[in-house]
């Protein structure tokens, strides 16, 4: 049983930057893929980034493409999202979430997941 903790979460301005991190435990991160999935008030959770276990394949959400960038340290069984000129839009809690197979037309799909964190907050004021 893969247990996942998020952290980094916070507070910060619009156009500001943020480095969230997922770390995990009761198992090895190098066999599983992971995505960063955020949910705000009211709306349904979402796709934001996803990296295959050997980070030879990323994706991006459109409307985080070039401001966020997910890495992962194998080694370190931890997963990073660097999100970088943060919007007002981008405010939710954002969870990680692993996945032993990896399907690449279906690595959007927060169902396929296996495991996920209990999220941290990230909200950007204007």
């Known amino acids: 049983q893969v247990q996942l903790v998020e952290s980094g979460g916070g507070l910060v301005q619009a156009g500001g930057s943020l480095r969230l991190s997922c770390a995990a435990s009761?198992?090895?991160?190098?066999?599983?893929?992971m995505g960063w999935f955020r949910q705000a008030p009211g709306k349904e959770r979402e796709f934001v980034a996803a990296?295959?276990?050997?980070?030879?394949?990323?994706y991006y959400a459109d409307s985080v493409k070039g401001r966020f960038t997910i890495s992962r340290d194998n080694g370190k069984n931890t997963v990073a999202l660097q999100m970088n000129s943060l919007k007002p839009e981008d405010t939710a809690v954002y969870y990680c979430?692993?996945?032993?197979?990896?399907?690449?037309?279906?690595?959007?799909?927060?169902?396929?997941?296996?495991?996920w964190g209990q999220g941290t907050q990230v909200t950007v004021s204007s």
């Open positions: 979430a692993a996945v032993r197979l990896f399907l690449p037309l279906r690595i959007r799909t927060p169902e396929e997941y296996e495991y």
């Open positions: 990296i295959s276990w050997s980070a030879g394949s990323i």
């Open positions: 009761g198992g090895t991160l190098s066999t599983y893929a």
